[in-house]
């Protein structure tokens, strides 16, 4: 790096051109220079110099993404950082899941492009980090697991539905008083617990565990529910119709004989 002090007179306006400056008059301003890659001395970047940036030329960079293509126009002097934001959009990428590699080797955030030897056209080979890649394989497995999992507890859930509607209609018929054959009531159970079965053997996590846990409470209150009909039914009597015969005695023969003289 090399520096370099100039100064700098500054004349006040009752002063002629050939007034002699005072110390007091003089500003002493430094100036630092750096070398570039192509040999060249220029005068060190600076954020806050907005001229500065004006000037600074563009150009454009190819970047390989896999099978992908992209050509993004980014200042000469911006860092490898700055050109992750701009390929966010085209790559679906966020800055800290790539990884930008130039002539071999990974170049870091903080990486001016152009002291690193790009220029117009260049390649850089964009990859995405390993890390993140495995973090996102991992949640896509595990929202695949979810899916299936909702999936498995809607079957169980549409099932539970039809043999919920035909608990309420022995639970009505019950209570208006009319015996339901046990057998029936017997075989709803079983149908429930297989239900009942099929949840249990569901791995589920996250919300689709609250969606199993609920289907399987209602599971158990239908089967409660049948296990005190089945109580109230055997209490009910059956209703035996009888039904009354009328007897008619049987019409006598009479024989008629005719007399002949």
């Known amino acids: 790096m090399i520096k370099r002090k100039f100064n700098r007179a500054r004349k006040s306006s009752g002063e002629n051109a050939g007034t002699t400056t005072t110390s007091s008059d003089v500003k002493e301003e430094e100036v630092e220079w750096e070398m570039r890659p192509g040999g060249m001395l220029v005068q060190k ?46 790559s679906g990428l966020q800055p800290g899941e790539q990884r930008l590699i130039y002539r071999g080797k990974e ?7 152009d002291r690193c030897g790009v220029k117009d056209h260049s390649k850089v080979i964009l990859m995405e980090d390993p890390e993140f890649r495995e973090r996102r394989l991992i949640e896509m497995r595990r929202n695949a697991k979810i899916q299936a ?26 209570t208006h008083g009319n015996k339901v054959p046990e057998l029936q009531i017997t075989t709803l159970i079983e149908m429930l617990m297989r239900q009942a079965v099929k949840l249990d053997i569901i791995s589920a996590e996250g919300d689709a565990c609250e969606k199993k846990s609920l289907q399987g409470k209602r599971v158990e209150k239908c089967v409660e529910t049948l296990d005190v009909l089945k109580l109230s039914n055997a209490r009910i009597k059956p ?23």
């Open 149 to 174: 999992a909702h999936r498995l507890i809607d079957d169980v859930l549409m099932e539970v539905d039809k043999l919920a509607e035909q608990v309420c209609a022995i639970e009505k018929s019950i």
């Open 239 to 261: 209703v035996i119709v009888t039904t009354n015969w009328e007897t008619f005695d049987p019409p006598q023969a009479i024989a008629k004989w005719e007399l002949f003289d």
């Open 107 to 113: 170049r870091q955030n903080g990486d001016y492009l």
């Open 45 to 90: 970047r600076s954020e806050n110099c907005s001229d500065f940036a004006a000037m600074v030329p563009r150009f454009r960079v190819r970047v390989v993404f896999g099978a992908m293509r992209y050509e993004i126009s980014i200042s000469s002097q911006a860092t490898f950082g700055e050109l992750k934001k701009l390929l966010t959009a085209d």
